[in-house]
């Protein structure tokens, strides 16, 4: 079975502008959640999505913003993008709706500049 | 207060040895824990989860929970080379929203 795939996997943008990142679950996993990995602040939660519907979220700012597909597939939107937002942003899946076992993605490495 | 605490590290444990690596957290409400290994330049794989107070096991891992002491730990025994990883610690609190918090990490190095 396919694991967590997310794309791209490496993205330089400059600051103000915006980014749509994309991550595919292992099939028949109905959870998605997103996380930011930086240094100092380690693995941050986003939001959880499940069935398309946000069910969960993180104290990020609403320049974060996510959807989840039909398919279970998810996006994760940011807007006016900040030096700060450099990071890796890593999705994981689980099977069951909440956040309990999870799989993790490659991760996208997001550089703004 | 960190809601979840680990000893950054490093740790260093001789190969074959027993690897301990501990967490605290500070949320009662957090009822299911987990363990994640991360190699550098690699995403998060978790090698355990934990839900009731007691110990877990899994191969040469073991997982201890005690709830009273808010204390998570992960052992691992005959510790191998390829174990060279930092270990994350995950606590879930399913009270409203939920919310699956990491710690840091703790970077555990095993010598050959």
């Known amino acids: 079975k396919a694991g967590v795939t997310q794309t791209p996997r490496y993205l330089i943008k400059t600051r103000g502008q915006q980014v749509t990142l994309s991550c595919s679950p292992i099939s028949g996993h109905r959870s998605v959640s997103w996380y930011q990995q930086t240094p100092g602040q380690g693995l941050q939660f986003l939001f959880e999505?499940?069935?398309?519907?946000?069910?969960n979220k993180g104290n990020f700012p609403g320049r974060f913003s996510g959807r989840q597909f039909s398919n279970s597939r998810s996006e994760m939107n940011v807007s006016t993008l900040e030096l700060g937002d450099s990071a890796l942003y890593l999705c994981?899946?689980?099977?069951?709706?909440?956040?309990?076992?999870?799989?993790f993605g490659p991760g996208t490495r997001l550089t703004v500049t | 207060q960190k809601e979840v605490e680990q000893n950054s590290g490093p740790l260093s444990v001789p190969e074959g040895a027993i690897a301990s690596l501990n967490c605290t957290y500070s949320?009662?409400?957090?009822?299911?824990f987990f363990w994640y290994r991360q190699y550098s330049g690699k995403s998060p794989e978790l090698i355990m989860s934990?839900?009731?107070?007691g110990d877990k096991e899994d191969g040469r891992f073991t997982a201890q929970l005690n709830k009273a002491s808010q204390y998570v730990s992960l052992l691992i025994r005959d510790s191998q080379p390829s174990d060279s990883a930092t270990y994350l610690c995950?606590?879930?609190?399913?009270?409203?929203?939920?919310?699956?918090?990491f710690g840091t990490g703790t970077r555990l190095t095993i010598i050959p």
């Open positions: 949320d009662r409400g957090s009822q299911s």
């Open positions: 995950a606590a879930l609190s399913n009270f409203g929203n939920e919310k699956l918090t």
């Open positions: 934990i839900y009731s107070n």
């Open positions: 999505y499940f069935s398309e519907t946000q069910r």
């Open positions: 994981a899946s689980s099977l069951q709706g909440g956040i309990y076992e999870q799989y």
